[in-house]
């Protein structure tokens, strides 16, 4: 047998092996897949990716969903007739319910894996009603009683509704103010909770002291905080948390403190001299008293490091 020969046949054998590893393949594929789709659906198992200390999805209300809902119950039936795209939009029709992904494991059971939506800001309405934002501006349900801690809004107008419409600005609103608030760990512990008044303005109600903040919109958080932040620390250090009742920091530059009552001229006698507060801060303040029946304090500094003076109060 000539050398020639030897290798066809060789080639041969090695054609007829792999044809026949590929038919042997195609066969437990076809099988496969044919086992596959008669087997039925054994079970449904969920899992939420949320808050470490509480999750605000429901599974039981999702499962009995899924389960009770003969149209929508896989359990039981054959894996070829199951209608994944339409379980997912079911469950993704929860409102805390941020994303969903269904599929089937390989011990045909159906794993639906749910991420939460997380609540930014808690919203009490002047109707006595209560909500959760999340960072999109989505109305989110109250559920059980679980209480996390997060930005309070009180005052919200019931004749406003989620999502959209008239109201969008004053939940952009909310939720900037909500945002700074939560990522700075001092104001959250200082703002017990943040009013909405009747003209849409937001006021801060402090957990220490007594003086309302009258902050206006949700513009210009940085300068209106710090400009705050400066007052709580050379004004009411030295005159006393409970001096004054409303704070004004509405203007841009200064910070407007009033008293109810005149009760002659103590602000300028208890507050920090020129001098001494100079030194100690390197800014230099300016009181002012209005003249008329409440004794109203207007405190702006200077910069002397960039020597630009603050504009007047606005009359």
Not at 10 to 15: A, C, S
Not at 73 to 92: A, F
Not at 209 to 224: H, R, W, Y
Not at 277 to 298: D, H
């Amino acid at each position: 047998m000539g050398e020639k020969r030897k290798r066809r046949i060789r080639n041969g054998i090695i054609v007829l092996a792999s044809l026949a590893m590929i038919t042997g393949f195609v066969v437990l594929f076809v099988a496969a897949s044919r086992d596959r789709g008669t087997a039925a659906c054994k079970g449904v198992h969920l899992a939420v990716k949320g808050a470490p200390d509480h999750l605000f999805v429901d599974e039981d209300e999702i499962r009995a969903t899924l389960l009770g809902t003969a149209r929508l119950n896989p359990v039981g039936k054959p894996l070829s007739t199951l209608k994944i795209q339409e379980l997912e939009k079911s469950v993704k029709a929860f409102p805390w319910v941020a994303d969903a992904e269904l599929y089937l494991d390989n011990d045909n059971v159906l794993q639906v894996l749910i991420t939460e939506k997380v609540p930014e800001t808690r919203v009490f309405t002047t109707g006595g009603g209560t909500f959760y934002l999340d960072a999109e501006g989505a109305k989110l349900p109250v559920t059980g009683s679980f209480v996390s801690r997060m930005p309070v809004f009180t005052g919200f107008p019931d004749t406003h509704s989620l999502p959209g419409g008239s109201d969008s600005a004053l939940v952009a609103g909310i939720i900037r103010l909500s945002a700074f608030l939560s990522s700075h760990p001092f104001w959250m512990a200082q703002v017990s909770q943040v009013n909405i008044n009747g003209q849409g303005a937001f006021e801060l109600i402090p957990t220490v002291g007594s003086a309302l903040v009258e902050f206006g919109t949700s513009n210009d958080l940085e300068e209106k905080f710090s400009k705050l932040l400066t007052f709580y620390s050379a004004g009411l250090n030295n005159v006393g948390w409970g001096y004054y009742d409303t704070l004004d920091v509405r203007f841009r530059g200064q910070v407007v403190a009033t008293r109810k009552k005149s009760q002659g001229n103590p602000v300028v006698d208890s507050l920090m001299t020129r001098d001494s507060y100079a030194n100690s801060t390197g800014s230099t303040p300016q009181l002012k008293m209005r003249s008329g029946a409440a004794a109203e304090v207007t405190w702006t500094e200077t910069n002397t490091d960039a020597k630009t003076a603050i504009r007047p109060p606005k009359q």
